[in-house]
């Protein structure tokens, strides 16, 4: 049976993990030590939820700051996951292959195929 009660602790969770007063615990707590709760081992799974929520909306605003997407994916929940979608589904390096001739001893030449990763660009205006 659905129960709204816990969709509402969820979704608070997730609200307050956003939230630049927890960005900023979580940070401290990563580089520092502090602690985020009382208890260090058997999490519950609210406490699960929102350490994860806390390390996706930290990886957000990295990418906020890095220029790689703009402010306007923090409008709502559903940019937010859109964008965290794209950005892992396009994650993987991609490679091309090129055919290259080289001359051997012998005067022949010989195809060799060689790898290289293609990084993306930003497009002009960015």
């Known amino acids: 049976m659905f ?3 816990t969709l509402n602790v969820y979704k608070t ?4 993990s956003s939230k630049n007063y927890y960005q900023v615990i979580y940070t401290n707590a990563k580089e ?12 519950t799974e609210i406490q699960i939820y929102f350490l994860n ?7 957000l605003n990295t990418d906020i700051a890095l220029g790689d997407v703009n402010e306007i994916v923090r409008d709502n929940f559903i940019f937010e996951d859109a964008y965290t ?7 993987k390096p991609k490679f091309s292959t090129t055919p290259e ?3 051997n001893k012998s005067g022949k030449e010989t195809v060799r195929t060689t790898s290289q990763f293609v990084f ?3 497009p ?3």
């Open 3 to 5: 129960n709204y009660q």
């Open 13 to 16: 969770a997730r609200e307050l």
């Open 32 to 43: 520092i030590g502090l602690r985020i709760f009382e208890n260090t081992i058997d999490l």
């Open 53 to 59: 929520y806390l390390n996706f909306y930290s990886n």
């Open 85 to 91: 979608l794209f950005k892992y589904k396009n994650k």
């Open 101 to 103: 001739t080289k001359p």
């Open 120 to 122: 993306r660009r930003k």
């Open 124 to 126: 002009d205006g960015e």
